[in-house]
T-cell receptor, first 115, second 111 residues
Framework: DAGITQSPRHKVTETGTPVTLRCHQTENHRYMYWYRQDPGHGLRLIHYSYGVKDTDKGEVSDGYSVSRSKTEDFLLTLESATSSQTSVYFC??????????????FGEGSRLTVL | GQQLNQSPQSMFIQEGEDVSMNCTSSSIFNTWLWYKQDPGEGPVLLIALYKAGELTSNGRLTAQFGITRKDSFLNISASIPSDVGIYFCAGLFQGAQKLVFGQGTRLTINP
């Protein structure tokens, strides 16, 4: 199994509060991704990173920011959480450019509930 | 954005039955992939297809890359209880860095 750890695994928060989710990998893979999973929508890309301090937006990036100061860590921040951001968030990594092969390794997910 | 239509959305079958699901798009993809998500876990790659017409097997699973490059199929033979989960198709455009995922097919097996 790919060494990917997400934290926290579960979080309940209130509308308007900031939230940070962490993804930590031990594989030294260059590419890291944040997805959200919602019923009826499958997996949708929020942001991705192609190296330290190199990030780009996905299809549902509004309301989210990311940072990658080290190869092994990719942080997803909700500056002011809203109920529409209640979801299960997955981190994924790929050893090559994910766009070349599509082969991603996913973490176990972080379930976020915004009240 | 690009859309993948995956069907059926859910399946309820008896153990031992064969399963078929598919994914279609109005766009052409260069790569098709199938992932499986067990309850409470992240998706895991099952099969990757890189050429139109390609037929690839992984144990009891067989997937095909459609000739038109706009669809893909996944078959599971002789289903067993551990096949339960959500199956996602995913497509990739040449030169893109982002996968497009289908909505998923939830498979439930009655023993």
């Amino acid at each position: 199994d790919a060494g990917i750890t997400q934290s926290p695994r579960h979080k309940v928060t209130e509308t308007g509060t900031p939230v940070t989710l962490r993804c930590h990998q031990t594989e030294n893979h260059r590419y890291m991704y944040w997805y959200r999973q919602d019923p009826g929508h499958g997996l949708r890309l929020i942001h991705y990173s192609y190296g330290v301090k190199d990030t780009d937006k996905g299809e549902v990036s509004d309301g989210y920011s990311v940072s990658r100061s080290k190869t092994e860590d990719f942080l997803l921040t909700l500056e002011s959480a809203t109920s529409s951001q209640t979801s299960v968030y997955f981190c994924a990594i790929s050893e090559s450019r994910g766009g070349d092969t599509g082969e991603l390794f996913f973490g176990e997910g972080s379930r976020l509930t915004v009240l | 954005g690009q859309q993948l239509n995956q069907s059926p959305q859910s399946m309820f079958i008896q153990e031992g039955e064969d399963v078929s699901m598919n994914c279609t798009s109005s766009s052409i993809f260069n790569t098709w992939l199938w992932y499986k998500q067990d309850p409470g876990e992240g998706p895991v790659l099952l099969i990757a297809l890189y050429k139109a017409g390609e037929l690839t097997s992984n144990g009891r699973l067989t997937a095909q890359f459609g000739i038109t490059r706009k669809d893909s199929f996944l078959n599971i033979s002789a289903s067993i209880p551990s096949d339960v989960g959500i199956y996602f198709c995913a497509g990739l455009f040449q030169g893109a860095q982002k996968l497009v995922f289908g909505q998923g097919t939830r498979l439930t097996i009655n023993p």
